[in-house]
RNA sequence: GUGAUUGUAGCUCAGUUGGUUAGAGCGCCUGGUUGUGGCCCAGGAGGUCGGGGGUUCGAGUCCCCUCAUUCACCCCA
């Protein structure tokens, strides 16, 4: 094969598929407005420093999956890795710092720099919303809300919802205090990431995979205990919320994201069908991002759904597939002047709404017909020497094989009519 | 980044212990019908056997390197 392949971790998405996307597109523009969110759509590449600071220096993924170049003026920018943190930086073009609320939602590409797997491309999909600008639990449960809505939607059954909370970052300090002791006396038993995670990172050893840590992580002292009275009654009322919603949940205080900005409540729903490992099918939480040069974070809840993984689910789960787009009238021509008269034909039929393909090849009428068969027409327009004498053409039915003489300004009425 | 897996026609795949001109099904083209598709019949086009190097009289087949696929790990949507 010649290296014709895109590069790894990209693919090409064919019309088939297409109509997939579309209705996920469709689905998000269709859910998310009944909630007052409108599209925002902002550049595939940021400046580096609004993903470093954003999302954190010291997360995986500013460390080692950044797309990163300098354009000619020497300037770094990097192809955004997620979303959240581009949308902030165009939202605080706008009043949200001032409590002013924005409701946003975006589709689009992002980029990482991981191995490929199931569920797991270098540029993938996201659809993902933000409520920016407010704190509050009602607004937490309503994005979650929102985030259940759309995956109903599209026919998605079958996932867990899990939820936790992280507290604020005074609650952070006594937290990891607690865990830290705890771990430090189990080190032994643990591998060797979570033995560094201790130090550089322990909270990820919460969702360690290995069998022996998680035996451990099991017997974890219930770190929530030491935050806040705050912190915990904010947990309970989004909780509170959800049962009034009646939206199931599961609370799952192993569930840390690997993004630093997240804060209060966080969530992601796990879904087995379609996918290895990689069962989160979309995640998010509260956050609190900082940008460069600013003293005060932005505040705001939101969630992203991965886009392949939608659709990985979906059709593990046998969701009908979207109608299919209706086929084109085939007109077929013998000799060249009724195929300008065809494509006179197409043009006027197109102005009406009416798809249609016209053979431009001098080719045989069995060829033309086979040709009309591989686009799937139901209807052909057939003409020749004959038919243009007698300003007449004829339309064929191909399931039927039948067919009629018309004129062609009965075309239209004709086809509507079957 | 680590590990495993696969790579032969547009697609899905055969190809025996290394042995002449590399195969099948589907798809495509032409004909069997002066201007009527699908089914059938006949013929045809299409391949640097992922790429490079090596062993051998001889490599799709064995060895090394490389690129790519898929999956798992790490991490994440």
Not at 73 to 98: C, F, I, K, Q, Y
Not at 201 to 223: F, G, H, M, S, T
Not at 407 to 413: A, C, G, M, R
Request: with cysteine.
């Amino acid at each position: 094969m010649a290296n014709f392949a895109p590069p790894p971790g990209t693919a090409d998405i064919f019309p088939d598929e297409t109509v997939w996307w579309q209705r996920l597109e469709q689905t998000a523009a269709k859910v998310f407005p009944l909630y007052g969110y409108g599209e925002l759509r902002t550049p595939i590449f940021e400046y580096t420093e609004v993903f470093k600071r954003g999302i954190g220096d010291e997360t995986e993924v500013v460390q080692k999956e950044m797309y990163t170049f300098e354009d000619r003026g020497g300037r770094s920018l990097t192809l955004r890795p997620e979303g959240t943190a581009g949308v902030m930086r165009a939202l605080l073009n706008t009043d949200v710092m001032n409590g002013n609320e924005k409701r946003v939602y975006y589709i689009g590409p992002m980029f990482r720099g991981e191995r490929p797997a199931a569920g797991r491309r270098r540029q993938f999909h996201q659809i993902g919303l933000e409520n920016v600008g407010k704190i509050s639990p009602e607004t937490d449960a309503e994005v979650i809300t929102s985030m259940m809505h759309f995956i109903n939607e599209l026919g998605i059954t079958g996932g867990r919802l899990l939820l936790n909370t992280r507290g604020v970052k005074a609650d952070r300090e006594p937290a990891e205090k607690m865990l830290r002791e705890y771990f430090r006396s189990h080190i032994e038993a643990m591998c060797d990431d979570c033995r560094a995670r201790i130090e550089r990172n322990i909270w990820r050893i919460l969702d360690c995979k290995q069998e022996k840590c998680r035996e451990i992580v099991k017997q974890a002292p219930e770190y929530v205990n030491s935050y806040s009275q705050e912190s915990q009654e904010y947990f309970t009322r989004v909780c509170q919320l959800l049962d009034q919603a009646g939206i199931s949940y599961e609370i799952d205080p192993f569930l840390v994201r690997g993004l630093d900005y997240y804060v209060h409540t966080v969530f992601e729903v796990v879904h087995t069908a379609g996918l290895g490992t990689q069962s989160a099918i979309v995640a998010g939480g509260r956050y609190e991002l900082f940008l460069p040069e600013m003293k005060k974070p932005v505040i705001g809840v939101g969630f992203a759904a991965g886009m392949e993984r939608l659709l990985l689910v979906q059709q593990a789960l046998s969701v009908a597939a979207p109608p299919p787009p209706s086929p084109p009238l085939f007109l077929i021509s013998m000799g060249d002047e009724a195929r300008d008269a065809n494509i006179k034909l197409a043009a006027d039929l197109r102005r009406q709404n009416v798809p249609v393909v016209v053979e431009f090849e001098d080719k045989s009428m069995k060829a033309q017909l086979r040709a009309a068969n591989r686009v799937g027409s139901r209807y052909v327009v057939i003409r020749g020497g004959d038919e243009l004498n007698a300003g007449i053409v004829i339309c064929k039915d191909m399931e039927a094989g039948t067919q009629e003489q018309l004129k062609p300004e009965d075309l239209i009425s004709y086809l509507r009519k079957s």
